[in-house]
């Protein structure tokens, strides 16, 4: 309770469910774990009208939260949001950069279109964010950020092409962002979730043959811990990997990596 009292946190791809949705994705699940430690959250996400509702959700349960439309590979959006941040509350704390997209697609199968929409989200809406974002913070002299990437950012696999690309993108700037913002004491570290039970793993299923999704789950089989729980981690789980780095108690953590992956990528 109350690690993120009195900061303001901006989290991208956070607002396309809502409190009554199956599953909540990495983002709404951060949301709901920065609200419960006392933060003023900012939901962003492309989708207006879910995003909204699951603001009002949370309002109505006494957070204080707010929903702006953000698509992270416009730059016009992170200005106007980062404007209306700094005119509303004069500083922002906290910035995630969790909006992201995967599409089952390999080498042989990624169009040049497929490369650009991945990199473009992935890897360039988290430039855009950081520059955007770290304007403000360098007002105040402090700052922390947060870039989702992924295990997929640490190792290859026989899934993907551009996402890893992305993923890895992620990670390399995040630290070259962590020692150009450190004059101005702002944080930026990366996250990398191994498998996660998010509506991007639903939609996932829905779209590939049965016969590649056991294949896609059996590799669950190769994480130690997902091996022994027997179960997908939690979406939660990486929120709360988040609360830390973003918050005080990480005042010395920048430029690195939390691996939140059930071991996978220890071997
Ligand atoms: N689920 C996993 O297993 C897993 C593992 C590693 C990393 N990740 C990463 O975690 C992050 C969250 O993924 P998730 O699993 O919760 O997926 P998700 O699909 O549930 O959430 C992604 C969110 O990003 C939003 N989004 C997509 N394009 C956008 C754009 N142009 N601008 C703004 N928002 C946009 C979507 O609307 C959605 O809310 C992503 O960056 C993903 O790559 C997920």
Request: glycine letters at 10%.
């Given at each position: 309770m109350?690690?993120l009292?009195?900061?303001?946190?901006?989290?991208?791809?956070?607002?396309a469910?809502?409190?009554?949705?199956?599953?909540?994705g990495?983002?709404?699940a951060t949301?709901?774990?920065?609200?419960?430690e006392?933060?003023?959250?900012?939901?962003?996400?492309?989708?207006?009208?879910?995003?909204?509702e699951?603001?009002?959700?949370?309002?109505?349960?006494?957070?204080?939260?707010?929903?702006?439309?953000?698509?992270?590979?416009?730059?016009?959006?992170?200005?106007?949001?980062?404007?209306w941040?700094?005119?509303?509350?004069?500083?922002?704390?906290?910035?995630?950069?969790?909006?992201g997209?995967s599409?089952?697609?390999?080498l042989?199968t990624?169009t040049?279109?497929d490369?650009?929409?991945?990199?473009d989200?992935?890897?360039?809406?988290?430039f855009?964010?950081?520059?955007?974002?770290?304007a403000?913070?360098?007002?105040?002299?402090?700052?922390s950020?947060?870039?989702?990437?992924?295990?997929?950012?640490?190792?290859?696999?026989?899934?993907s092409?551009?996402?890893?690309?992305?993923?890895?993108a992620?990670?390399?700037?995040?630290?070259?962002?962590?020692?150009?913002?450190?004059?101005?004491?702002?944080?930026?570290n990366?996250?990398?979730?191994?498998?996660v039970?998010?509506p991007?793993?639903?939609?996932?299923?829905?779209?590939?043959?049965?016969?590649?999704?056991?294949e896609?789950?059996?590799?669950?089989?190769?994480?130690?811990?997902?091996?022994?729980?027997?179960?997908?981690?939690?979406?939660?789980?990486?929120?709360?990997?988040?609360?830390?780095l973003?918050?005080?108690?990480?005042?010395w953590?920048?430029?690195?990596?939390?691996?939140i992956d059930?071991?996978?990528?220890?071997?």
């Amino acid at each position: 309770m109350n690690r993120l009292d009195g900061k303001i946190a901006l989290i991208t791809g956070s607002g396309a469910e809502t409190l009554k949705s199956e599953v909540l994705g990495i983002g709404g699940a951060t949301v709901i774990e920065f609200c419960k430690e006392g933060a003023t959250v900012i939901i962003s996400d492309v989708f207006d009208k879910e995003g909204s509702e699951f603001a009002s959700e949370l309002k109505s349960k006494g957070y204080d939260v707010y929903y702006k439309h953000i698509d992270v590979t416009k730059n016009a959006d992170w200005d106007n949001v980062i404007s209306w941040i700094e005119k509303t509350f004069g500083k922002l704390d906290i910035l995630v950069n969790n909006a992201g997209i995967s599409m089952p697609i390999n080498l042989f199968t990624t169009t040049e279109a497929d490369w650009d929409k991945t990199n473009d989200v992935n890897s360039k809406g988290c430039f855009l964010g950081m520059k955007a974002a770290s304007a403000l913070m360098q007002k105040n002299n402090s700052g922390s950020i947060v870039n989702i990437s992924s295990m997929y950012g640490l190792v290859g696999s026989p899934y993907s092409v551009g996402y890893h690309a992305s993923k890895g993108a992620v990670r390399l700037m995040s630290k070259a962002a962590a020692i150009q913002l450190a004059p101005y004491k702002i944080r930026v570290n990366s996250v990398c979730p191994g498998m996660v039970m998010s509506p991007m793993q639903v939609r996932k299923k829905a779209n590939i043959s049965s016969e590649k999704w056991e294949e896609f789950v059996g590799f669950l089989e190769d994480s130690p811990l997902n091996k022994a729980k027997k179960e997908w981690i939690p979406t939660s789980q990486i929120g709360l990997g988040i609360v830390y780095l973003a918050s005080d108690e990480a005042q010395w953590v920048t430029g690195t990596d939390l691996v939140i992956d059930g071991g996978q990528t220890a071997q």
